[in-house]
């Protein structure tokens, strides 16, 4: 079986829109993970300040190498976003995805988006994923 980085290093391979965003992956362990990235002038909405699907997919990212981290593909089913806190050109950001709750076919996550520079929290994330008989 697959480590949990090994795990991540074969979805990135092919996730050309993590690759896209820019996500760098800080640490990844089973059910969890802490992921950066950086806001870039081509994120922005008319506001100047970074779309709000920016941050969800920032945090949909996390979601997906945390909850495939044990080995199992696993897909979301359900996800929601809060937006706290606007983001601007060059801000950089820290999404914490933490396991919540996990049975042998559902797992929910909550994932924490942060400006790096300030700590202050700018979104929350939730997901549930549905796990797979599926390995990696």
Request: charge should be neutral.
């Amino acid at each position: 079986m697959p480590t949990p980085n090994e795990i991540v290093n074969i979805m990135m391979a092919k996730d050309y829109f993590s690759q896209w965003l820019g996500i760098e992956v800080l640490e990844i362990a089973e059910g969890r993970c802490k992921l950066k990235m950086q806001i870039k002038s081509d994120m922005l909405n008319g506001f100047g300040i970074a779309h709000g699907g920016i941050t969800y997919s920032f945090a949909d990212s996390a979601l997906a190498f945390a909850s495939n981290s044990y080995g199992k593909k696993a897909v979301s089913i359900e996800t929601s976003i809060s937006h706290l806190v606007s983001l601007k050109e060059g801000d950089e950001i820290i999404a914490e995805a933490i396991q919540e709750s996990n049975s042998n076919k559902i797992a929910i996550y909550t994932i924490n988006i942060f400006n790096q520079v300030t700590q202050q929290k700018v979104a929350l994330f939730k997901g549930t994923v549905y796990k797979t008989d599926k390995n990696w």
